[in-house]
Nanobody, 120 residues
């Protein structure tokens, strides 16, 4: 069993900053990629940023404003969000892709989500 615990969501005015954190726990050998997706009201879930195997992918809408970082030893991932805009308002989900467990299962795991609200 692998679980992701998110923290750091909240409300902020446009132009402000927030930092999201996520920690994976359970019988983990290694996690190939970790990062964040988001889902705004009435919209599909979309990639925000993912980091794995020395490569990081960002959505075009957040490039230059958001930074994803990983602490592989601690199975943690963080998302530093700067210059936030009202369009960034969404539930942000931590995602761990290709989690290899001690029972040799290969999993995709999602967190429960944390709400980010940006007011104009």
């Amino acid at each position: 069993q692998v679980e992701l615990a998110e923290s750091g969501g909240g409300s902020v005015q446009a132009g402000g900053s927030l930092r999201l954190s996520c920690k994976a726990s359970g019988s983990i050998i290694t996690i190939i990629a970790m990062g964040w997706y988001r889902q705004a009201p009435g919209k599909q879930r979309e990639l925000v940023a993912m980091s794995g195997r020395g490569k990081t992918d960002y959505a075009d809408s957040v490039k230059g404003r958001f930074t994803v970082s990983r602490d592989n030893a601690g199975n943690r991932v963080h998302l530093e969000m700067n210059n936030l805009k009202p369009d960034d308002t969404a539930v942000y989900y931590c995602h761990a892709d290709r989690v290899l467990t001690t029972s040799l299962r290969n999993l995709q795991v999602w967190g429960q989500g944390t709400l980010v609200t940006v007011s104009s």
